[in-house]
């Protein structure tokens, strides 16, 4: 069993900048990807970024240029650093994990809102 424990989300001003993170803990191996969706009102989930164990990344086109993820091995926690923030990325964000069988592990999720 896995578990994910996200933090970091809050309400911030359009323009300003947020770092989630989300540590996993339990039955991990090193090789598993892990990343963050998010899900706004009326919409569908959809994937913000993902990084695999040896490093390489996806985001969406949407915040490419804004946002970063990233990852500590040692702690199996991953990073999402947000900046530029705009009111469209206002969302709930929910970690996840996948292992290379296929099997996935979601977290709590996080709010983040973009207001004024």
């Known amino acids: 069993q896995v578990q994910l424990v996200e933090s970091g989300g809050s309400l911030v001003q359009p323009g300003g900048s947020l770092r989630l993170s989300c540590a996993a803990s339990g039955r991990i191996f090193s090789i598993y990807t892990m990343g963050w969706y998010r899900q706004a009102p009326g919409k569908q989930r959809e994937l913000v970024a993902r990084?695999?164990?040896?490093?390489?990344?996806t985001y969406a086109d949407s915040v490419k240029g804004r946002f970063t993820i990233s990852r500590d091995n040692a702690k199996n926690t991953v990073y999402l650093q947000m900046n530029s923030l705009k009111p469209e990325d206002t969302a709930v964000y929910y970690c996840?994990?996948?292992?290379?069988?296929?099997?996935?592990?979601w977290g709590q999720g996080t709010q983040v809102t973009v207001s004024s």
């Open positions: 990084i695999t164990s040896g490093g390489s990344t």
């Open positions: 996840y994990l996948v292992k290379p069988s296929g099997l996935d592990y």
